[in-house]
């Protein structure tokens, strides 16, 4: 039982979310204003994102878990570490809170408000890249809490500023992150057709994490 309300747990996971997405837009604007280099703005969209993890997870950790991500939850709930109907009301303050990550990101930078992304992000690299990206999430995560508890904020930032980098996708790992960066034309932005190969392919990773750790995870004095 947490010693946290549940009425606090949704909402740590509602602005847990909405800044960690605040800050992939946010940076991706200022990053693409400040630079004509692709690389040089993901560059600048990477180091705010894996930072921001850091802290919220530090910050926000022992209220809610700080899971932030759908896939995350989603992995907790079948590890019955969540109730079915706790696992959707987290899931439903991560989707809420992270549009309004994209939408504050809008107002900080005078864009306007309501958007609709036109970044083509389909196909089967990308959906294999997001299968990757967040089976290495939830793999940092449950190997993180089964061996140095206190290190999973720096394991998960770091974790996702490298996958920025070695996938094709550059990383999503988070259905909330997906669906709330569809209302952004931005540079972080991804048309709403392409989110169900995304979000699909990140539950995927995600199971296949789980599947895997709970094997690689359980020491010779634990029963096979």
């Given at each position: 039982?947490?010693?946290?309300?549940?009425?606090?747990?949704?909402?740590?996971?509602?602005?847990?979310?909405?800044?960690?997405?605040?800050?992939?837009?946010?940076?991706?604007?200022?990053?693409?204003?400040?630079?004509?280099?692709?690389?040089?703005?993901?560059?600048?969209?990477?180091?705010?994102?894996?930072?921001?993890?850091?802290?919220?997870?530090?910050?926000?950790?022992?209220?809610?878990?700080?899971?932030?991500?759908?896939?995350?939850?989603?992995?907790?709930?079948?590890?019955?570490?969540?109730?079915?109907?706790?696992?959707?009301?987290?899931?439903?303050?991560?989707?809420?809170?992270?549009?309004?990550?994209?939408?504050?990101?809008h107002v900080m930078f005078e864009l306007p408000v309501w958007q609709a992304s036109t970044t083509v992000r389909t196909g089967s690299a990308q959906w294999v890249?997001?299968?990757?990206?967040?089976?290495?999430?939830?793999?940092?995560?449950?190997?993180?809490?089964?061996?140095?508890?206190?290190?999973?904020?720096?394991?998960?930032?770091?974790?996702?500023?490298?996958?920025?980098?070695?996938?094709?996708?550059?990383?999503?790992?988070?259905?909330?992150?997906?669906?709330?960066?569809?209302?952004t034309d931005t540079f972080a932005g991804i048309r709403p057709i392409d989110l169900p190969g995304f979000i699909l392919a990140e539950f995927i990773g995600a199971?296949?994490?789980?599947?895997?750790?709970?094997?690689?995870?359980?020491?010779?004095?634990?029963?096979?």
């Open positions: 039982m947490s010693e946290f309300s549940l009425s606090r747990r949704l909402v740590a996971e509602a602005l847990g979310t909405a800044m960690l997405v605040g800050t992939v837009v946010g940076s991706g604007i200022m990053a693409d204003r400040l630079s004509d280099d692709v690389a040089v703005s993901l560059l600048g969209n990477t180091i705010p994102t894996g930072a921001i993890l850091v802290v919220l997870i530090t910050i926000l950790g022992p209220i809610s878990g700080a899971h932030f991500n759908p896939a995350v939850t989603f992995v907790f709930w079948l590890r019955e570490e969540l109730g079915l109907a706790l696992a959707g009301a987290y899931m439903a303050s991560q989707i809420l809170g992270g549009i309004c990550g994209s939408l504050i990101a890249a997001e299968v990757v990206a967040t089976f290495g999430l939830l793999a940092s995560i449950l190997a993180g809490i089964r061996f140095r508890e206190a290190a999973v904020p720096w394991l998960v930032g770091l974790y996702i500023t490298a996958a920025y980098w070695f996938t094709a996708s550059t990383s999503f790992a988070n259905p909330a992150v997906a669906i709330s960066r569809a209302f199971a296949l994490a789980l599947a895997l750790f709970s094997w690689l995870l359980k020491s010779n004095t634990e029963r096979a």
